[in-house]
């Protein structure tokens, strides 16, 4: 399976201000998707990230906010917007190929912590 | 739409015991299913799959095995260790085609602490 990098690991930001995520995998994927794991919580679908198009945002997701670019089967980047302390969570990306059996990953995550 | 329904915890076992973690899942067609484990201060990690109906997925000592049936996909380990306390999640995804493929949908988490 691919493997994906993701950083940074962490950040501590001040509000206001706005974070880029980057997400590389090791081979080329069909499909790259954007969760977020509020403390405590599950984790939720953002949005997945569409190679040459738009990204496919979840209800209660903006572009404005969260916006995603997918420039290659690679790579991904989502960026957190004008910050506040609401958006401190992990941010996770993970991917899938076509194929039924393939087995989803995740990136280690960034851990972002708004003050 | 799709749905994941873990037992509530936390779950607080000694080292050696028999541990379950009810998960049950509202979708439609045929999904796969998946358990991810998270360790303290980690990433989410693969922990067992199955992706179809009566497949038993297994890793590391725990099992689950998909049934259709009862719409679930229970974690099973027959001795716990300390090394195993985390949160666990059972997922689902869409079995194919569609906007959907590829999304999880996860459940709500069950933290697991084992004591020694």
């Known amino acids: 399976s691919a493997v994906i990098s993701q950083k940074p690991s962490r950040d501590i930001c001040q509000r206001g201000t706005s974070l880029t995520i980057q997400c590389q995998v090791d081979?080329?994927?069909?499909?790259m998707f954007w969760y977020r794991q509020q403390p405590g919580q599950s984790l939720t679908l953002i949005a997945t990230?569409?190679?040459?198009?738009?990204?496919?945002?979840e209800s209660g997701f903006v572009i404005d906010k969260f916006p995603i670019s997918r420039p290659n089967l690679t790579f991904s980047t989502l960026t957190v917007s004008n910050m506040s302390p609401e958006d401190s969570s992990i941010y996770l990306c993970?991917?899938?190929?076509?194929?039924?059996?393939?087995?989803?990953?995740f990136g280690n995550g960034t851990r972002l912590t708004v003050t | 739409g799709n749905s994941v329904t873990q037992m509530e915890g936390p779950v607080t076992l000694s080292e050696e015991a028999f541990l379950t973690i009810n998960c049950t899942y509202t979708?439609?067609?045929?999904?796969?299913l998946f358990w991810y484990v998270q360790y303290p201060g980690e990433g989410l990690q693969l922990l067992l799959k199955?992706?179809?109906?009566?497949d038993k997925g297994s890793n590391k000592g725990f099992e689950a095995t998909y049934r259709k049936e009862t719409t679930s996909f229970h974690l099973e380990k027959g001795s716990v260790q300390v090394s195993d306390s985390a949160v666990y999640f059972c997922a689902l995804r869409r079995s194919a085609g569609g906007t959907s493929y590829g999304k999880l949908t996860f459940g709500q988490g069950t933290i697991l602490t084992v004591h020694p």
């Open positions: 081979s080329q994927v069909t499909m």
């Open positions: 990230a569409n190679q040459g198009s738009e990204a496919t945002y």
């Open positions: 199955a992706t179809k109906a009566d």
């Open positions: 979708a439609t067609g045929y999904p796969s």
């Open positions: 993970n991917h899938h190929r076509s194929g039924i059996n393939s087995p989803l990953h």
